[in-house]
């Protein structure tokens, strides 16, 4: 599946997936026209995150708490300038296996986990005091008197042992933070196969990691995933790019209406679908998308072939791309049809 992958730290956008046509490949020259076929598929809500942060809490970390402070706090800036943040569920551990996976508790956090969600009027439920932002640093001031680091083993225990923290529909999130390598025993690739079975679908789990130059044990691990990754280094100034996996969150399929292949109206060799597409918004506003230009997926749609999706045939889609909040709540249009 196609995802425009911004990795601009801390900016978020959803691109939608809107599956609407079945089409022979794309061939060049001009196309018999048949007809027009109508498409209206259901718009989606801001996606559902759930997010465990494991924070290394040996003497190490001492000369990085401002970092990974200041990284905990822009998790309230995101997405950036828009209006409908994810639906949060945040639980930070720390990677000594002294702690044995056990969430870190704060007298901000009415929880074990972090709770802030969007009701179905828009409006948010949350189960923390004062800002996000605060709320968040206070969670993650797990101090620097841990025996040493071992995120991998913390990981498993921590999602196993914090019930309600990690929801069926939601994508899994996971953030490692370590002056260390990973000190346990635990296999990296068993470890990487049970997450994978938690999340099968592509892409349901993201991971972003802050680590040392050498970590051989975490980057195995890393390796055998087949998720979204990003990374920073433990000596950057700002570790903003581990959290640039929240960007693209990939892809969100909206709909699966199959038509013909639309009509080429270019004579000349580049195909231009013959198409009309607008979004009916959340906030009620109807927009005009248009025809994406070559290599351009931004706030635009487009046509691809997708055998995978349209299987009664060889396939094809429309793709509305990188559209930030207020999300879709109707995505429709019309398209010249080839026979």
Known sequence: MRGAMSMTALRHVVPLIVLVGCAQP????????????????????????????????????????ARVDAM??????????????????????????????????????????????????????????NTLDEALSHLGDVGTGGSTSAPLVTLRAAIEQTPGFLREKAYLAIVIVSAHDDASSVDPQALAQWLMMLKPERFAVLVGTVLPASAPRIRSFLSYLTSHRTSASIDDPTYAQALSFLDPVDDIDVGTQCLPQPADVDPGPAIQFDCNVEIVQTDGVVREVP????????????????????VTGPAGRITI???????????????????
Not at 31 to 49: K, L, N, R, W
Not at 94 to 109: C, L, N, Q, R, W
Not at 324 to 335: E, K, N, T
Request: hydrophobic fraction near 35%; glycine fraction near 6%.
């Open 26 to 65: 794309t061939t060049p020259g001009p196309i018999e026209q048949s007809g027009v076929e109508v498409f209206e598929v259901p718009g989606a809500a801001p996606p559902d995150i759930d997010l465990l942060i494991v924070l290394d809490d040996t003497a190490e970390m001492a000369p990085y708490q």
């Open 72 to 129: 905990l706090r822009a998790i309230d800036r995101w997405p950036q300038d828009l209006t409908r943040k994810p639906d949060l569920h945040i639980a930070i551990a720390t990677a000594d296996p002294a702690d044995a996976g056990m969430v870190h508790m704060s007298s901000y956090v009415h929880g074990a986990f972090l709770v802030d969600e969007i009701r179905p009027d828009w409006s948010r439920e949350t189960n923390y005091d």
């Open 291 to 310: 025809a994406c230009p070559v290599d351009e997926l931004s706030h635009c749609w487009s046509y691809e072939p997708d055998p995978l999706n349209c």
């Open 321 to 339: 791309g990188n559209y930030g909040w207020p999300l879709p709540s109707l995505i429709r249009g019309q398209c010249v049809v080839a026979k």
